[in-house]
């Protein structure tokens, strides 16, 4: 978002959907240099401690999340002249979902819920940290990996590289499809690159066009039975915050929205 706010100065709007696990201090500890060694070791973000969060019209920590995503808070990149929106809720903010332009998230089943949406998406999959992923096998080698120190890491780096070869394809549309429905970018990708990808798919309008019709022609076939795919994921979602179960709580899940920018509330 950095990248694309600088190159693009008030052009795009940014939404972050947050899950309803995540805490608006625990946000704050993800770009910080101090509490993420990520930050810290590849200094891709531009001025961290600088980057704060504004409390939205929503922004009560205390008062957990509720049925339906609201507006929580806002990420300001002053070195950037970068916003982005956080939304959280126990149900995604489908609306915003739907009127997006484009969608930046990575593997799981948020790309499930937009493809059956009709959003364009970018799906990203850095890997210069196999380690710390702990969630690609079960059994036996899933208790290996989340063992605490070296051995853990170990085990975690191991099987995910071996996931990374075996496996055509992340998103689930082009899992369904057998083919690329949407772009996959996997493995040493900086957020220069992505940040690039992303621009010129935002630029080619075409594209994106043809990425929503070939979108939902996938998702209608995975429906089976032609029920509205929009409605089996809303129904889906309801069933499981029904349940107290986030349905977007893959963790590191994200997805960003450019559209043209409007003022922000304080």
Not at 44 to 59: H, N, S, V, Y
Not at 82 to 95: D, R, S, T
Not at 154 to 177: D, E, G, M, Q, S
């Amino acid at each position: 978002a950095q990248y694309l706010s600088s190159a693009n100065p008030n052009e795009y709007r940014f939404v972050l959907p947050l899950a309803p696990t995540v805490t608006l201090k625990q946000l704050e500890a993800y770009f910080s240099p101090d509490a993420n060694f990520v930050v810290a070791k590849h200094k891709w973000m531009r001025d961290p401690e600088g980057i704060r969060l504004r409390r939205g019209p929503a922004g009560d920590a205390a008062a957990g999340a509720g049925l339906q995503s609201e507006h929580v808070c806002t990420i300001v990149s002053p070195a950037s002249a970068l916003e982005i929106e956080v939304y959280q809720g126990l149900l995604p903010p489908y609306a915003l979902y739907r009127s997006s332009d484009l969608a930046i998230t990575t593997v799981g089943t948020n790309t499930a819920e937009l493809a059956y949406l009709g959003v364009p998406m970018l799906c990203v999959l850095p890997t210069f940290e196999l380690s710390v992923f702990k969630g690609s096998a079960g059994g036996i080698l899933g208790l290996l990996m989340h063992l605490p120190g070296i051995l853990g890491k170990a085990v975690a780096t191991i099987v995910n590289r071996h996931v990374l070869k075996k496996i055509k394809h992340f998103a689930l549309p082009n899992v369904w499809a057998s083919r690329h429905v949407v772009p996959e970018l996997v493995g040493l990708i900086s957020p220069a690159e992505a940040a690039e990808k992303a621009q010129a798919m935002l630029e080619d309008s075409s594209v994106l066009s043809a990425m929503r019709e070939d979108l939902g022609r996938v998702s209608q076939a995975q429906s089976q039975g032609g029920t509205d795919p929009a409605a089996l994921v809303a129904s889906k979602c309801l069933e499981l915050a029904a349940a107290g179960t986030s349905a977007t709580g893959d963790q590191g899940s994200k997805a960003g929205s450019p559209w043209p920018r409007t003022p922000q509330t304080p």
